[in-house]
């Protein structure tokens, strides 16, 4: 089992909709959890930051974290065209080389 | 303010020879780490450095591999012998500390590609 996992996609969704994106991760003494986003050709770029159970808005997108389930989510409310990108999932661990990312799951905004 | 810079943003170099990567980050950033991406690929952990600590090397793919870090700042990763296969974009991250609770900020990554 991959210590992070996420669908690889791609996952398509019509402009306006809600994109959901999720990952789960096998190590339970994770502490903080990070979306990134990375267009083609760029570097990720960070989105959100989750540390505790529950949810965290901010603009268009909600970070959910459930720990006793290991998962962790990301909802873009609204999508558009410009959201589509592949989205990392990251795991910080409070030990050694302490990141640990996702394979990523492309998304496709239909306009 | 800054964020991490990577130079050069393109390196192309024969098969054989040795390259040089550089990465500045964020002022203040102790903890520092290289990933590569190869094309289509996920993100491959190679380097991590935090403060004056030994840096974890775990990652690294050969002994061909090596970086440093001067005075806590500025990092270089050389491959010698650059084989086909390190054809890749060599991104460098860094993070206030090595925390649980701090987020990496990446820079915008060195392409290299060995013919």
């Known amino acids: 089992q991959k210590e992070v996992e996420q669908n690889s996609g791609p996952l398509s969704v019509p402009e306006g909709a809600i994109a959901s994106l999720n990952c789960t991760y096998s190590d339970r003494g994770s502490q903080s959890f990070f979306w990134y986003r990375q267009y083609s050709g760029k570097s990720p770029e960070l989105i959100m930051s989750?540390?505790?159970?529950g949810d965290k808005e901010d603009g268009r997108f909600t970070a959910q974290l459930n720990k006793a389930s290991q998962y962790v989510s990301l909802l873009i409310r609204d999508s558009q065209p410009s959201d589509s990108a592949t989205y990392l999932c990251a795991v910080k661990r409070n030990y050694g080389q302490n990141f640990v990312f996702g394979p990523g799951t492309r998304l496709s905004v239909l306009p | 303010g800054a964020g991490v810079s990577q130079s050069p943003s393109n390196k192309v170099t024969e098969k054989g020879k040795d390259v040089e990567l550089r990465c500045d980050p964020i002022?203040?950033?102790?903890?520092l780490y290289w990933y590569r991406q190869s094309l289509g690929q996920g993100l491959e952990f190679l380097i991590y450095f935090q403060g004056n600590s030994a840096p974890d090397k775990s990652g690294l793919p050969s002994d061909r591999f090596s970086a440093e870090r001067t005075g806590g700042s500025v990092s270089t990763l050389t491959i010698q012998r650059t084989q086909q296969e390190d054809s890749a974009v060599y991104l460098c991250?860094?993070?206030?500390?090595?925390?649980?609770?701090?987020?990496?900020?990446f820079g915008p990554g060195t392409r290299l590609t060995v013919t």
């Open positions: 002022s203040g950033h102790t903890a």
């Open positions: 989750i540390y505790s159970n």
């Open positions: 991250a860094s993070s206030l500390t090595g925390g649980a609770f701090y987020e990496q900020y």
